[in-house]
């Protein structure tokens, strides 16, 4: 079992431009969360689906941040316009249920 | 809104003597309390999972809930330098959710000296 997948693991995009981050959740897992990690705010809830549907997206910046899960083997978690303050290490994770997540390594986006 | 603090944020211990890390919450009603732990550049790996008030052990991790003193800690016997690494406590949004977001305290820095 390789674990949930991230890529890139990273990335440097300049101020304006768009970022696209991927993750592959745990084969067979039918949960997957996605977590901004930075020094000040810690791990801040982002958004996840259940069975690919969207559920929560309570954490997420309304205007410039999406994510899509169009299958069962991968989710994105796209940001346009990105700005300096996205600068975060972005964590996927996956459960099969019960809370159990089982974190990716992170993708460390630094805006320029 | 569940919020979720912890001390201290930094912790140095002697290898072989015993680590306590604490946890406070908000809102007791939560049922699904977690700590994980992160070395530098990696991700997230579960140490122990509570959902009861009392102790749960897992190797050398034992966690204590107190729910009405919304408190939570882990325990780590016979620390190594290996476990070196930033601790976090996660407690679940919402009560009896298979599926509720977990809310993560801003992490305790433990470094273990031989």
């Known amino acids: 079992n390789a674990g949930v997948i991230q890529t890139p693991r990273h990335k440097v995009t300049g101020k304006g431009q768009e970022a696209t981050l991927w993750c592959e959740p745990i084969s067979g897992h039918s949960a997957v969360f996605w977590y901004r990690q930075t020094i000040v705010q810690g791990l801040e809830f982002l958004t996840y689906?259940?069975?690919?549907?969207?559920?929560?997206d309570s954490g997420m910046p309304k205007e410039r941040f999406s994510a899509q899960m169009p299958n069962q083997s991968h989710s994105t978690l796209k940001i346009q316009s990105t700005q300096p303050q996205d600068s975060a290490v972005y964590l996927c994770?996956?459960?099969?249920?019960?809370?159990?997540?089982?974190f990716g390594e992170g993708s460390r986006l630094i805006v320029v | 809104q569940q919020k979720v603090q912890q001390s201290p944020e930094s912790l140095t211990v002697s290898e072989g003597a015993m680590a306590s890390l604490n946890c406070t919450f908000s809102d007791g009603t939560s049922d699904n309390f977690r700590w994980y732990r992160q070395h530098s550049g990696k991700g997230l790996e579960m140490l122990v999972s509570i959902f009861s008030d009392g102790e749960k052990e897992e190797g050398r991790f034992t966690a204590h809930l107190n729910r009405a003193s919304l408190h939570v800690s882990l325990h780590i016997r016979e620390p190594q330098p290996s476990d070196s690494a930033v601790y976090l406590c996660a407690v679940s949004a919402f009560a009896s959710s298979s599926f509720s977001k977990l809310v993560f305290g801003q992490g305790t820095s433990l470094s273990v000296v031989p």
């Open positions: 994770a996956s459960s099969l249920g019960g809370n159990t997540l089982y």
């Open positions: 689906f259940r069975n690919q549907a969207p559920i929560d």
